[in-house]
Structures are given as C-alpha cells and as structure tokens.
T-cell receptor, first 114, second 115 residues
Framework: GESVGLHLPTLSVQEGDNSIINCAYSNSASDYFIWYKQESGKGPQFIIDIRSNMDKRQGQRVTVLLNKTVKHLSLQIAATQPGDSAVYFCAEIRTTSGTYKYIFGTGTRLKVLA | EPEVTQTPSHQVTQMGQEVILRCVPISNHLYFYWYRQILGQKVEFLVSFYNNEISEKSEIFDDQFSVERPDGSNFTLKIRSTKLEDSAMYFC?????????????FGSGTRLTVV
C-alpha cells in the first residue's frame, strides 16, 4: 500500500556535524514533498519543500534531495546546532478533491550532542 | 509573522462529554485543516475545509466529529461524545491559494485528555 516512512527513528549527532535524515515514500504519483520540524509541545514547522520535477533544493543550512528512481527523500542539515534538536517529519502531498492532504511519516528524532 | 492560534492549549474532559477545539487561521488563508497526533505517533489527517464545506475527511473523522466556521475568523472542531482514544494533540492548519504555496501553517495544538 501507499506509505511514507522514515528509515531511522532516532539520530544523534555531534554539535557542528552535518545531519542526514532519510525518508522513503511509495506513491510515485506524489508531486510535492515537505519537511517539517516539530519541537516538543509545538506544532509542525515548515522547513523546506521540493517538487517532483526537482532533485535538489537548498535553504539556509538545509538541503533536501529527492531521488524519484528509488522514491527516497533526504534532509541534510549543515553544522547542526542544539536548536536543531526536534522530531523531523517528511510529508507527501497528494492532491485529492481539490485540497492538499499531507501524509506524514512517523518522524525521526534528532538529538544534538554538545 | 502570521500565526495560527489554537485555544485552549490543554483540555481535560470526561469520557462522553462534548468538546470544542478552537482555531483562528491566518486571515487571508482559504483552506483549513485539522490533524491529530496521538502521543508518540505520527501526525494524522482528519479533515480539510474550504468554501464553508468539508473538502475531504479521513476514516478517523466519523460522525462524532464535526467542523464549523461560525464566523469570518474562527474554525472549530467538535467532538460530540469523547472517548478515551480521542486523547491526542489536535493541530489546526491553514493554507493560502493552492497552486501557489502548498505549505501549511500549523498552530501549536490543543492537547486533549479524555479521562
């Protein structure tokens, strides 16, 4: 069936190192992907998005890579900081009924070690 | 920066009682959503709302749930007879015109505890 999932439930990285968070999706018809960050007690916060006609997009300290061949998405965070500690979700956008319903993955918890 | 505001931040209710969760979406947004997140689990879609009607709903959104936009600013989720398994974080979100920006803005959530 269709699913969006994450390879690793928890990722621990040293402050200053780069982080890579992975996500797999199974619906080849999905045309838009978003990474969200969720800090404890808060709602999901938009980080970066990518459309299916792109394979890479860069933001401030973050890069998202999309590999449609293997249906894989990754989020790279450069020079990870303590404030990056959170749960990261990828979300797959499926356009149905004229609205955009997100299908979220389970989430990866990123722990930044001092 | 515009925000989606949710009240209350925490609601405790007895099983079988009705609850109303309130949201004030971003003022120029036209699409409104409710999601929920059971503790330790992923965020799940409940319902989307556009042009004063439900656009889409999930299997979770059964007859116990309803949504309403009673005025030009509020968007509410009502659970008629709460069950223990309704305990979760409920997130409201809004977005602007589709085709231009798919990103939602989420509120900080209402933690619903059913006892």
């Amino acid at each position: 069936g269709e699913s969006v999932g994450l390879h690793l439930p928890t990722l621990s990285v040293q402050e200053g190192d780069n982080s890579i968070i992975n996500c797999a999706y199974s619906n080849s018809a999905s045309d838009y992907f978003i990474w969200y960050k969720q800090e404890s007690g808060k709602g999901p916060q938009f980080i970066i998005d990518i459309r299916s006609n792109m394979d890479k997009r860069q933001g401030q300290r973050v890069t998202v890579l999309l590999n449609k061949t293997v249906k894989h998405l990754s989020l790279q965070i450069a020079a990870t900081q303590p404030g990056d500690s959170a749960v990261y979700f990828c979300a797959e956008i499926r356009t149905t009924s004229g609205t955009y319903k997100y299908i979220f993955g389970t989430g990866t918890r990123l722990k930044v070690l001092a | 920066e515009p925000e989606v505001t949710q009240t209350p931040s925490h609601q405790v209710t007895q099983m079988g009682q009705e609850v109303i969760l309130r949201c004030v979406p971003i003022s120029n947004h036209l699409y409104f959503y409710w999601y929920r997140q059971i503790l330790g689990q992923k965020v799940e879609f409940l319902v989307s709302f556009y042009n004063n009607e439900i656009s889409e709903k999930s299997e979770i959104f059964d007859d116990q749930f309803s949504v309403e936009r009673p005025d030009g600013s509020n968007f509410t989720l009502k659970i008629r007879s709460t069950k223990l398994e309704d305990s979760a974080m409920y997130f409201c979100a809004s977005s602007d015109l589709r085709g231009r920006d798919y990103g939602y803005t989420f509120g900080s959530g209402t933690r619903l505890t059913v006892v």
